[in-house]
């Protein structure tokens, strides 16, 4: 602008204050930078030897996938299943006791597995399901979790089924995070087989459950932009088992989702990123949110 009448130039210099003024005011309004997280085989209801875990409270960043879609699942009740706890190291007594899955008898629980620089998948699958529940009740769903690190161990896998019966879930979804060799990458979902034994009949779940398993599998690669798995499941990123008590106990549609391999560095550098931990979650709800409104 040019300055070369005085009045102009005193006209433009009260603006330029003025301005600056507002700027300095407003400076301080920013959000405060989501806090940085932890660092970062085993299938479920197998046994790693993690270090202490630390699980992560980290707040949830706004989500990075599709946007809530108002309240467009009021009425339903979902059930969060983080797998493990972070105590369970402490009680190898506790969760070593064997319980009965249907099939047969199983441990109660175990400490799960953990990347080589000692990121534990009990505090990932706790971090990653706290950003879960917080899409999911944006849209107005009911959560229920099976733990929160709010006791000493547990719960065991068939309390795990139970706490998903007795609410009468619409869908049930344990978060876990594999423990396989190194050089095996991606997610999958585990789907339970066809199991009539002892208490175990999943029957009535079969169908639904591969269903809610599809469609978390969709949106979960698109989210995370990672690959199912290229060491089970042929390239679908599904896995049938008739050997998890969390599977064969329900009566509710359920699935394990294992987001990753902890033990592939390459992965393991995904898993422990707070920022890809958030699109783990918006998959998950994506996949959810798809399977319940059919």
């Known amino acids: 602008m040019p300055n070369d009448h005085g009045k102009t130039a005193r006209r433009t210099?009260?603006?330029?204050?003025?301005?600056?003024?507002?700027?300095a005011a407003l400076a301080g309004c920013g959000a405060a930078p989501d806090p940085a997280a932890p660092p970062s085989g085993k299938g479920p209801e197998q046994s790693a030897a993690p270090s202490s875990p630390q699980p992560s409270r980290t707040p949830s960043p706004a989500p990075t996938s599709e946007a809530p879609e108002g309240r467009s699942l009021a009425g339903r009740t979902v059930v969060v299943d983080p797998g493990h706890n972070p105590g369970n190291f402490r009680h190898s007594k506790e969760i070593?006791?064997?319980?009965?899955?249907g099939t047969n008898r199983k441990e109660c629980d175990t400490t799960g597995t953990s990347?080589?620089?000692?990121?534990?998948?009990?505090?990932?699958?706790?971090?990653?399901?706290?950003?879960?529940?917080?899409l999911l009740t944006?849209?107005?769903?009911?959560?229920?979790?099976?733990?929160?690190?709010?006791?000493?161990?547990?719960?065991?896998?068939?309390?795990?089924?139970?706490?998903?019966?007795?609410a009468r879930a619409?869908?049930?979804?344990?978060?876990?995070?594999?423990?396989?060799?190194?050089?095996?990458?991606?997610?999958?979902?585990?789907?339970?087989?066809?199991?009539?034994?002892?208490?175990?009949?999943?029957?009535?779940?079969?169908?639904?459950?591969?269903?809610?398993?599809e469609r978390i599998a969709d949106r979960f690669a698109r989210a995370t932009g990672t690959a199912p798995s290229n060491?089970?499941?042929?390239?679908?990123?599904?896995d049938v088992r008739d050997d998890l008590g969390g599977l064969n106990l329900s009566t509710v549609p359920k699935v394990f989702v294992e987001c990753g391999n902890m033990r592939d560095p390459k992965d393991a550098q995904l898993l422990a990123s707070a920022a890809w931990r958030q699109k783990a979650a918006q998959g998950i709800a994506d996949g959810i949110a798809?399977?319940?409104?059919?």
Request: aromatic letters at 6%.
């Open 13 to 23: 210099l009260a603006l330029v204050l003025a301005a600056t003024g507002c700027c």
């Open 96 to 101: 070593n006791q064997k319980v009965n899955i």
């Open 115 to 134: 990347t080589n620089d000692g990121y534990t998948e009990a505090a990932f699958t706790l971090d990653v399901s706290h950003r879960l529940r917080d």
């Open 138 to 166: 944006a849209r107005g769903a009911k959560v229920v979790f099976t733990h929160d690190a709010d006791r000493p161990w547990g719960p065991c896998i068939d309390e795990r089924a139970r706490i998903g019966n007795e």
């Open 170 to 213: 619409d869908a049930v979804v344990s978060v876990h995070a594999d423990g396989s060799a190194a050089g095996h990458r991606g997610f999958h979902v585990i789907l339970p087989a066809r199991v009539r034994e002892g208490a175990a009949d999943t029957a009535k779940i079969v169908g639904p459950s591969r269903e809610l398993g």
């Open 231 to 238: 060491y089970l499941g042929n390239g679908t990123g599904l």
């Open 290 to 294: 798809t399977y319940l409104r059919g």
